[in-house]
């Protein structure tokens, strides 16, 4: 694959990518209460992460 392409592929990759969200104190507060509360009720809980964009 010519090399040019492989350049335009990973700029077309990035644009793709979403920031990374900041969390206020109050929302990892939030979410360190729910995952304790989960432990302790055995519910379910769904996490989802940013990796790399």
């Known amino acids: 694959m010519p090399e040019q392409y492989i350049g335009l592929q990973e700029v077309m990759k990035k644009q793709l990518e979403a920031p990374q969200p900041l969390l206020t104190e109050e929302q990892i507060e939030q979410i ?3 995952l304790i509360e989960t432990l302790h009720t055995n519910k379910q ?6 990796k790399k964009g």
Do not use: A, E, I, S
């Not at 809980?45 to 940013?50: A, D, I, K, N």
């Open 32 to 34: 360190n209460f729910t």
């Open 45 to 50: 809980v769904y996490l989802t992460h940013h």
